[in-house]
């Protein structure tokens, strides 16, 4: 079955770093496009992060741009949020999420990790 | 920037109640919608893209529809697991960007 699992969650300073990473399994990983999306305490969802299936082509919300990279190594089915100056109001839960995109379709998001926290204070 | 807003904020309904909630884009979308059901502490679950396409596995209470800056998800008739906040979410083709509306927060009247 399809299963996604972040890791590298925590409590971090302002200004510090963290990595996320997120380990897929159950299905071709290669054949997918992958997003993060966060969610802070009690707040609705923020898309932040997008990386394309051969790793070609990478977005990033305005809240994120220059201090976030994505990543991923196919060959180890593996996901990755290279977090950087971190700021109070980056504390969330983290998610990463699977997108299809082919001919005639584009099918957003259908499977979510569990999430992990990130706790952003000194 | 395509901006989404849902309404309404909160929607007070019984089990078998039909549900309507809707969403507007500040901008024509085409059918570039999807919606997403989330329980407390759980991950978001896709139930409809391309505004009105179930995902896969989804019950056939659940129904889009809509196009260019007007979309409705309906749920025929609420049962106790429906109880939850929806989101809608837009998509642009590119670059690529994802943006999520406010959610609609469907509580047991």
């Known amino acids: 079955q399809v299963q996604l699992v972040e890791s590298g969650g925590g409590l971090v300073k302002p200004g510090g770093s963290l990595r996320l990473s997120c380990a897929a399994s159950g299905f071709t990983f290669s054949d997918y496009y992958m997003s993060w999306i966060r969610q802070a305490p009690g707040k609705g969802l923020e898309w932040i992060s997008y990386?394309?299936?051969?790793?070609?082509?990478?977005s990033y919300a305005d809240s994120v741009k220059g201090r976030f990279t994505i990543s991923r190594d196919n060959a180890k089915n593996s996901l990755y949020l290279q977090m950087d100056s971190l700021r109070a109001e980056d504390t969330a839960v983290f998610y990463c999420a699977r997108g299809l995109v082919g001919d005639g379709y584009n099918i957003p998001f259908d499977y979510w990790g569990q999430g992990a926290l990130v706790t952003v204070s000194s | 920037e395509i901006v989404l807003t849902q309404s309404p904020a909160t929607l007070s309904l019984s089990p078998g109640d039909r549900a309507t909630l809707s969403c507007r884009a500040s901008q024509n979308i085409r059918t570039y919608l999807a919606w997403y059901q989330q329980k407390s502490g759980q991950a978001p679950r896709l139930l409809i893209y391309d505004a009105s396409q179930r995902a896969t596995g989804i019950p056939a209470r659940f129904s889009g529809s809509g196009s260019g800056t007007d979309f409705t998800l309906t749920i025929s008739s609420l049962e106790a697991e429906d109880f939850a906040v929806y989101y809608c979410q837009h998509r642009n083709n590119w670059p690529p960007r994802f943006t999520f509306g406010p959610g609609t927060k469907v509580d047991i009247k």
């Open positions: 990386i394309s299936d051969t790793s070609l082509y990478t």
